[in-house]
């Protein structure tokens, strides 16, 4: 929703200069930014945008680190709304219904949360990283199915869990382990070919490789760095006391379809260490190449290449895009007894 009403109210407390204020609306129509998010660009404080909201939109703030998911608060809003609309639900009272958002200007999302729960909503703000660290912790680990999830070493055995049922303590305990564990499934599901977790001076930023491009997954607060690497570093049967040199490990995550191999490679950075996941899906069916979108004259051109008694056939592209595919469609159709 465009409404940068709360740029003017900084431009009359003369916190910004018309020049920023022309800036920020600027980038605040073409970026689609919440206007909260711009400001805490800009280097604006959190305590200033929480009082500038009170003072003039009565609309209060939360502390996250005050939640404590009360009588499973969460289950008033599911997952896919939390995250589409960055909001966690705090506190019932009656028909009423508090929700921490990251953007509590926005009356689109509010009213819409309003008619799917059915409920007045009292949007309350916070701050935008703990707030994503959250709805992760508290909704991502559930999608995990603890019966078809085994975490093995490169050994071939259990890390850490000796059944199913430490396994689940274990998670629902450990906000490092719920984290993983849920950028794994979530790739999963996304059948990603990469998590890239990297650290900056203040955010850490999770990217996935989808079909060959890297898109942004999560910003996390750097706070969570140390212990993420850790807890990789762990599974991959790395040296954890080790930060100044590159590390690579694996283990394997056994799905319902098959084994999934996890490969891990470390890198040290100025900003702390960085992580890549590799996830390699072995038990991916063969495609036909008529199924891979090729146009039909290429199609043509390949049944000839194809059909020829000699010569080579050259797949580039970046990670992820579909090589590995293309070429075992092909030896597919061409693994005949002749």
């Keep these: 929703m465009i409404d940068d009403s709360l740029f003017r109210v900084f431009l009359n407390l003369n916190y910004i200069s018309q020049n920023t204020y022309d800036e920020l609306s600027k980038r605040h129509v ?44 969460i289950s008033e809003i599911n997952h896919e709304t939390a995250r589409k609309y960055n909001a966690l639900p705090i506190k019932r009272d009656g028909g009423n219904l508090y929700v921490a958002m990251g953007n509590p200007l926005d009356n689109d999302s509010v009213d819409n949360l309003s008619l799917i729960t059915n409920l007045n909503i ?5 701050e935008q990283p703990q707030l994503k660290n959250l709805i ?21 055995e259990n890390i850490k869990y000796s059944s199913q049922a430490s396994f689940r303590e274990e998670v629902q305990n450990s906000p490092t382990v719920k984290i993983i564990d849920s950028l794994l499934e979530s790739a999963y599901l996304l059948r990603a070919s990469d998590i890239h977790i990297e650290p900056y001076e203040t955010t850490l930023r999770i990217r996935y490789r989808v079909d060959g491009s890297l898109k942004e997954f999560e910003v996390l607060d750097i706070g969570m760095h140390l212990s993420l690497i850790s807890r990789l570093k762990i599974m991959g049967n790395l040296d954890i006391s080790e930060k100044r040199l590159p590390q690579e490990g694996h283990f394997h995550i ?77 030896l597919n159709e061409l693994n005949n007894k002749e």
């Design 122 to 126: 009292i949007p309350l703000l916070a």
């Design 254 to 330: 056994f799905k319902e379809n098959g084994k999934i191999d996890i490969r891990v490679a470390v890198i040290p950075t100025i900003f702390g260490e960085k992580a890549v996941i590799r996830i390699i899906y072995s038990s991916k069916a063969y495609i036909d190449k008529n199924n891979l979108g090729f146009f039909e004259g290429d199609i043509a051109k390949l049944n000839k290449i194809l059909q020829s008694p000699h010569g080579m056939v050259i797949v580039a592209g970046p990670t992820g895009c579909g090589k590995t595919t293309t070429l075992y469609s092909f």
């Design 136 to 156: 992760n912790l508290y909704y991502l680990s559930d999608s995990i199915n603890f019966n078809e999830t085994q975490f093995l070493s490169s050994e071939g």
């Design 30 to 73: 073409e970026e689609k930014k919440a206007a909260v998010q711009l400001l805490n660009e800009y280097g604006f404080d959190f305590g200033r945008i929480k009082k500038a909201l009170y003072d003039n939109y009565a609309i209060d703030s939360f502390d996250l680190n005050n939640f404590d998911n009360a009588d499973n608060i």
